[in-house]
């Protein structure tokens, strides 16, 4: 009898820590050895020539579904996870929040065999509701998300609710991801900018401006360290915001600083020219070369911590559907953001050591993913991703397989290449090819009871 359903051979293993050449053996779903040694299996995966990188964890995404699913829905979009190297994600859709333990296991039941990676689940914290998080966080959601500012159609939190929604995931250890963006000034802004009649593109980083967002992350940074909660600020855009995170966090504040690819090769004046395509909050702040080099050696010396996709795609035709205003914020991301750390390595920003740990590791640590997820070891799911680390090719929204249907890095030459994806020892992606097995579980957070996995 095989030692092993599945050998992945000769491949270059990473992990934040180095690379070596190695063997990974699976068995039921689980790495069961990486070495020099050679065990029989029934599946024999040649890997000479590839990298293999543990599966990445994108813990910032929205599928829309339930709720907008012409927009996104679980199938498609994570057949594009797949496709593009991701093999966990965590959720939440603004337009059906999970807000109570009923509205989970709602959501729990719709998404049996509709997902084809492995998902957590994040919970809407509602100001003035901080009694839900215990019995959320034991129903077993990934993180609480808030906003500071009401955004979505999702009540913000002035600093007293914010305070007060801290101070209960703080009696149970839970996790709060916070949307930092000041309400009284988004509002102002808006309030003259309307007044003038302003519905170009450049509105949108007048209105969602740098002063907004950081003086919210000043005020919720400060406020998680008072707490003692432990939380991330979600998709810090520049410099100094990033700045005023590292300075709680030196004086005691659990707090981790995720980023997505927008804040390193999107600028901020594109909005001018490519408008409701570039609406997202907070907007692109980088303006010169020099802004982007900033952001990816924040990234490689751990001051930002990790990387999402904030994925929340529209379709071009729901882009157009309305003025600056009017339309929807957001971007899609999932079908390119692992395809753009590879090529930030062949450009000279990071190493694939820095693509595990900040797309991997240390993503699954900070929600509770950890050990099963994140990382190549024995124990660990094998989630494997095998990459051709010399192919070029272009991103094309023509390629792009979710529902969004587009890219706002249309065009763009790259350099790495995502061949297969594996899900606990099974293919659910090959040569750019999603399957559709459907076989993703739902992973419960690290205040659920074990026996709750799905």
């Not at 939380?231 to 659990?254: D, F, I, K, M, Q």
Request: negative net charge; glycine residues 10%.
């Amino acid at each position: 009898m095989p030692d092993a359903d599945l050998l992945v051979a000769g491949g270059t293993v990473v992990t934040p820590a180095g690379r070596r050449r190695a063997n990974i053996a699976v068995r039921d779903g689980r790495i069961g050895y990486v070495g020099t040694e050679r065990p029989d299996a029934r599946e024999v995966v040649d890997a000479s020539g590839l990298l293999v990188l543990p599966g990445g964890v994108d813990t910032h995404v929205h599928l829309m579904d339930p709720g907008s699913p012409e927009r996104e829905d679980f199938p498609t979009g994570t057949a594009a996870a797949a496709t593009a190297g991701v093999t966990t994600i965590i959720e939440h859709s603004h337009g059906h929040p999970v807000r109570t333990t009923d509205d989970l296991r709602d959501k729990r039941a719709y998404l049996e065999g509709r997902s084809n990676v492995d998902y957590g689940l994040a919970a809407h914290a509602w100001p003035g509701r901080h009694a839900e998080v215990e019995p959320l966080w034991a129903a077993g959601v990934s993180f609480f998300k808030v906003f500071t500012c009401t955004t979505h159609g999702v009540p913000g939190h002035d600093a007293a609710a914010l305070r007060e929604h801290l101070r209960a995931t703080s009696l149970v250890d839970a996790v709060t991801l916070m949307h930092c963006e000041d309400e009284s000034l988004t509002e102002s802004a808006a309030d003259l900018l309307r007044g003038e009649g302003r519905v170009d593109g450049a509105v949108v980083p007048e209105w969602r401006s740098r002063d907004a967002e950081l003086v919210a992350v000043a005020v919720a940074a400060l406020l998680v360290r008072r707490t003692r909660a432990r939380a991330t600020v979600a998709h810090v855009s520049n410099p100094e915001v990033a700045s005023y995170v590292a300075r709680e966090r030196a004086a005691g504040a659990l707090i981790a600083a995720e980023s997505c690819p927008q804040y390193f090769l999107l600028r901020e004046d594109d909005v001018e020219e490519w408008g409701t395509l570039r609406k997202f909050t907070p907007p692109a702040r980088a303006r010169t070369g020099e802004d982007e080099a900033r952001m990816w050696r924040l990234l490689r010396d751990g001051v930002l911590t990790h990387m999402s996709t904030d994925h929340a795609p529209s379709t071009l035709a729901q882009k157009a559907a309305g003025d600056i205003w009017e339309a929807q914020f957001g971007l899609p991301g999932l079908d390119s953001t692992m395809p753009l750390l590879l090529d930030a390595v062949a450009r000279g920003h990071l190493a694939y050591e820095d693509v595990t740990r900040v797309y991997a590791e240390v993503p699954a640590r900070t929600y509770g993913l950890w050990p099963r997820k994140g990382r190549i070891g024995v124990g660990a799911d094998a989630d494997l991703v095998l990459v051709d680390p010399g192919a070029r090719s272009t991103l094309r929204n023509e390629a792009v397989i979710s529902k969004a249907g587009w890219t706002p890095y249309d065009g763009r030459e790259i350099t790495g290449r995502v061949v297969h994806s594996y899900l606990r020892g099974e293919v659910v992606a090959a040569e750019g090819k999603p399957g559709d097995a459907r076989g993703g579980r739902f992973l419960p957070g690290p205040g659920a009871p074990r026996a709750s996995a799905g």
